[in-house]
C-alpha cells in the first residue's frame, strides 16, 4: 500500500490550497484518513482527521479555516486550507488506517508535501 500527496506549495497568508492524498494498492478497507504537519523545530501534529463514516476531527488552530473530506470510491482524501497563515508553513503529512486482509487496522503515512506561507 501506498499513500501519495499533491497540492503543496507556495502561497501568500490569507490564500488557499487544496491538498489531496490518494492511497493505491492491495486492501480491504479504509478506516481513518488524516492529515498531520511537521514543522521545523516541532514535533508532528494531528490537522484533521475523518472517519469512514462519522464526524470530522479538527486541530483547534485551523478551525474554520481547513476542511478535510475524502472520496471513498477514490480511496482519496482532500484537505482543503482556506485563509492560510504563515504559521501554517509547514510539511504536511497524509495518515490513513486500512485494512489490509483482516479486523486490524494497519497505519501508513504518505512522503509529505510543503506547504510555505509568505507574510
Known amino acids: 500500500v501506498q499513500l501519495q500527496a499533491f497540492g503543496g506549495g507556495l502561497v501568500q497568508a490569507g490564500g488557499s490550497l487544496r491538498l489531496s492524498c490518494s492511497a493505491s494498492g492491495r486492501m480491504l478497507s479504509i478506516n481513518v484518513m488524516g492529515w498531520y504537519r511537521q514543522a521545523p523545530g516541532k514535533q508532528r501534529e494531528l490537522v484533521a482527521t475523518?472517519?469512514?463514516?462519522?464526524?470530522?476531527n479538527y486541530a483547534d488552530s485551523v478551525k474554520g479555516r481547513f476542511t478535510i473530506s475524502r472520496d471513498n470510491a477514490k480511496n482519496t482524501v482532500y484537505l482543503q486550507m482556506n485563509s492560510l497563515k504563515p504559521e501554517d508553513t509547514a510539511v504536511y503529512y497524509c495518515n490513513a488506517n486500512i485494512y489490509i486482509n483482516g479486523p486490524i487496522g494497519v497505519d501508513y503515512w504518505g512522503k509529505g508535501t510543503q506547504v510555505t506561507v509568505s507574510s
Open positions: 475523518i472517519p469512514s463514516r462519522g464526524y470530522t
